[in-house]
């Protein structure tokens, strides 16, 4: 009978004892289990079969399996550190707190063609869904996402990772920044650490984490893309009419896709330090230019929502324009184009014509880097800015806007009036220097008289009204039936309203 050749299963295993052997001959491993193990071909003989010449009762039992499983483990636990990488670490630390954000819009139906207007009832209405994702930034479920995630919602339903649903309560959305503020009531939730972009380095570890697909998947947890820091203050112009633009934006290279926006951008600590919210694509999907909003901004948009219901930002009393370029295309610097009188920048003693080349530490090449920077302010905050020819940087401090703080008439009970000052004049873009600017006004009363919130109100009849008092004063006038034809500006261009009084 020829020679039985040993498997080369059998020859790894046998392997293996021998290397066990080596390093523990105390375990009772011998030769002769070896040997034992060679002439059957089996795990099974070796690990029941007693050393030869020894009772069994003597001889130790030996669990290769298990010691090998021992050793196994131990790599693997060696395997895991290694690839417990900081991008690994820093997931671990936010995903739990990156939600979906689910949304339900109602919009009415408008037929595009004339067989359409046949068959659609009047005032048709379709639901559509939509999502995106959100960050959770505190115990008390203070969610923050992206105004365009939530913008026409009547219905917003948030989806935590492991499935958990909670309907979601609006607290504030800011277009300007595209930052909306929302929150769910849910025990023990998880809570993302937040950083700051202060001394962000560009070319440090940038993490995306969000929701990309939706309710496409059958799980809810966040998916994990990575990158770098490309690029910090970055100033996006709207591609389209429906976007607007972005100021002092985080750029990376990390994935962000549609469905990512309002998630969190992460850095190496595992930090939150941005909201993502767009991409530039020509094909939709990401091409490695996406952009976050500083969770600083993010954070104080919220923090205005929930002390006073609104955002409070500043005003400093100047507008800006951009300077000729030079013979590169290159500009550096804004101008001055105006200063309100009484206003921080005129007490500063700026003036028209000066060119600015920094406010805080942030270069001025061009008037969306002042947008920026005012983005950013809110009342009390100091200004730091260098001004061309003057050795010191202008400080000067930031003053809530002058239409809140201004004294208001009011009219009908449902009219309130405030005197444009040059201030006013500024804070709202207008062409008129006085006048009476209608501050707020019902629903009800606009329909009937034909005006709007931001009318300015320059005469009526042949009396010219410069304040809001001499609006006041004209109402209280009349008496009888009369006709009443208000000029007003509104949105830059004059007009003309006719009112008709019965006292």
Request: hydrophobic share 45%; glycine share 10%; proline share 5%.
């Given at each position: ?10 020859r ?20 002769e ?31 290769l399996?298990g ?27 936010v995903?739990?707190?990156?939600v979906?954000?689910n ?7 408008r ?11 009047p005032?048709?209405?379709?639901r559509?869904?939509?999502f ?27 989806t ?38 202060e ?9 995306a984490?969000g ?29 389209s ?23 969190a ?5 595992g930090?939150?330090?941005?909201i ?15 952009f ?9 948009i ?15 009393g ?25 206003s921080p920048?005129d007490?500063a ?6 060119m600015?080349?920094?406010?805080n ?20 905050d ?5 001004v ?41 873009g ?8 209608v ?10 008289l ?25 109402f ?7 006709r009443?034809?208000?000029y ?10 006719t ?5």
């Amino acid at each position: 009978m020829p020679p039985v050749r040993p498997s080369e299963r059998s020859r790894r295993l046998a392997a293996t004892i021998a290397t066990l052997a080596a390093l523990a001959p105390a375990s009772g491993c011998t030769p002769e289990t070896a040997d034992a193990l060679n002439a059957s071909g089996t795990a099974e003989a070796a690990v029941s079969m007693p050393a030869r010449g020894r009772e069994a009762s003597s001889a130790p039992y030996v669990d290769l399996f298990g010691a090998a499983t021992q050793a196994g483990a131990a790599r693997v636990q060696d395997l895991d550190a290694s690839r417990a990488t900081a991008i690994v670490r820093a997931t671990a630390r936010v995903a739990p707190a990156v939600v979906s954000v689910n949304v339900i819009r109602t919009q009415q139906v408008r037929p595009r063609t004339m067989w359409e207007s046949l068959y659609l009832p009047p005032g048709a209405t379709q639901r559509s869904a939509g999502f995106g994702s959100g960050v959770i930034v505190s115990k008390d479920g203070i969610v923050i996402t992206n105004d365009h995630v939530i913008s026409g919602a009547t219905q917003i339903q948030v989806t935590l990772p492991g499935g958990r649903d909670a309907n979601a309560e609006l607290i504030g959305t800011d277009p300007v920044a595209d930052i909306a503020v929302l929150r769910i009531d849910v025990a023990d939730l998880p809570v993302a650490p937040v950083g700051t972009v202060e001394g962000l380095m560009i070319g440090e570890w940038a993490i995306a984490i969000g929701n990309p697909l939706g309710n496409y998947v059958g799980d809810s947890e966040p998916t994990v893309t990575a990158g770098v820091v490309s690029a910090v203050n970055r100033n996006i112009s709207p591609s389209s009419e429906d976007e607007g633009f972005y100021f002092g934006m985080i750029q990376t290279d990390a994935a962000i896709n549609p469905g990512n926006s309002g998630g969190a951008l992460v850095n190496a600590e595992g930090e939150v330090i941005g909201i993502n919210a767009s991409i530039i694509s020509r094909s939709g999907g990401s091409e490695g230019l996406g952009f976050a909003i500083p969770i600083d901004r993010a954070l104080r948009i919220a923090d205005d929502f929930l002390r006073y219901g609104e955002v409070r930002r500043a005003f400093v009393g100047l507008e800006v324009e951009p300077v000729e370029a030079d013979a590169w295309g290159r500009r550096r610097g804004v101008r001055i184009s105006r200063v309100a009188a009484g206003s921080p920048a005129d007490e500063a003693a700026l003036r028209p014509g000066d060119m600015l080349l920094e406010a805080n530490g942030r270069p001025l090449t061009g008037p969306l880097d002042w947008e920026g920077v005012l983005l950013d302010l809110r009342a009390e905050d100091e200004v730091a800015i260098s001004v061309q020819g003057q050795p010191r940087r202008v400080a000067l401090r930031a003053i809530a806007f002058p239409s809140v703080t201004a004294s208001r008439v009011t009219l009908f009970r449902d009219i309130q009036l405030i005197t444009v000052t040059s201030q006013i004049q500024l804070e709202r873009g207008l062409v008129s220097s006085d006048g009476a600017l209608v501050d707020d006004i019902s629903d009800e009363l606009a329909r009937q008289l034909g005006l709007r919130r931001g009318d300015v109100i320059l005469q009526m009849n042949r009396v010219r009204i410069r304040t809001a008092d001499d609006a006041a004063r004209f109402f209280g006038s009349l008496s009888g039936e009369g006709r009443i034809v208000l000029y007003l500006e509104r949105g830059g261009s004059y007009g003309t309203r006719t009112l008709y009084w019965r006292g």
